[in-house]
């Protein structure tokens, strides 16, 4: 006995797959949004201390995308240079702060080095001058006579030559003459930029002649 044509269909329909409906749905999806993070400025120096002139070099260590630069390297509200890796001439002791601002697409953001940069006191950039006084030019033997320096310039070196063998290396020597005659005195001073010399003379009387 066959089974009615309708009888089939219902049977085929019925062991297929449900399908989904799309007409209608909505799709719905909830997270966090990450945007590009900003600039974050950072900077080196080299060297970090020395005696003037002091030419220092920065090097820009930013991180972040990076289209400008502004470098202060004084602390006084000026900006002093506008490249990435710049230099700067320190020209005057001090204790240097010294600032970064970087700016990009995404940003903008600031270092702050507090007493970064250490300008000493020592040479200026020029060769020193040589002067000196003494306290007597001439006395009977055994004569005492101090040196007392007066260079300009920043010496940082000494070399006295008392005009009898006698020589010392102190910035305010004293030296005695035991034998008699014109001595001539020389000073010679020196920096790292170069030297000079200054001269002076002390007659040392024989004490026995001096006697007679």
């Known amino acids: ?6 009888a089939i269909i219902t049977v085929l329909l019925l062991s297929l797959p449900a399908l989904p ?12 949004i990450v945007g590009t993070p900003g600039p974050r400025a950072d900077f080196s120096a080299s060297p970090l201390a020395g005696n003037p002139p002091l030419l220092v070099k920065f090097s820009d260590r ?13 602390n006084d509200g000026t900006i002093d240079r506008r490249t ?17 601002t970087v700016s990009g697409p995404d940003g903008t953001d600031s270092e702050v080095k507090t007493g970064y940069i250490t300008v ?14 003494q ?7 055994p004569l005492t006579v101090k040196f007392t320096d007066r260079s300009r310039d920043n010496p940082t070196e000494y070399l006295w030559n ?27 001073v020196s920096n790292a930029y170069g030297s000079s010399t200054a001269t002076s003379m002390v007659i040392a009387i024989d004490n026995l002649w001096w006697r007679r």
Do not use: C
């Open 62 to 74: 930013s991180t972040g995308t990076v289209t400008s630069w502004a470098w202060d390297f004084q």
């Open 135 to 141: 306290d007597r030019y001439f006395g009977i033997t």
């Open 162 to 188: 008392f005009g009898d063998g006698g020589t010392s290396t102190e910035q305010n020597p004293q030296h005695t003459y035991t034998l008699a005659g014109l001595h001539t005195v020389s000073l010679r």
């Open 21 to 32: 409906v799309l007409a209608g749905n909505t799709l719905t999806v909830s997270g966090e």
């Open 1 to 6: 006995m066959g089974f009615p044509a309708l």
């Open 120 to 133: 000493g006191s020592g040479p200026t950039g020029k060769k020193p001058l040589a002067l000196f006084t």
């Open 84 to 100: 990435r890796n710049p230099y700067f001439l320190y020209t005057r002791a001090g204790t240097y702060t010294v600032s970064l």
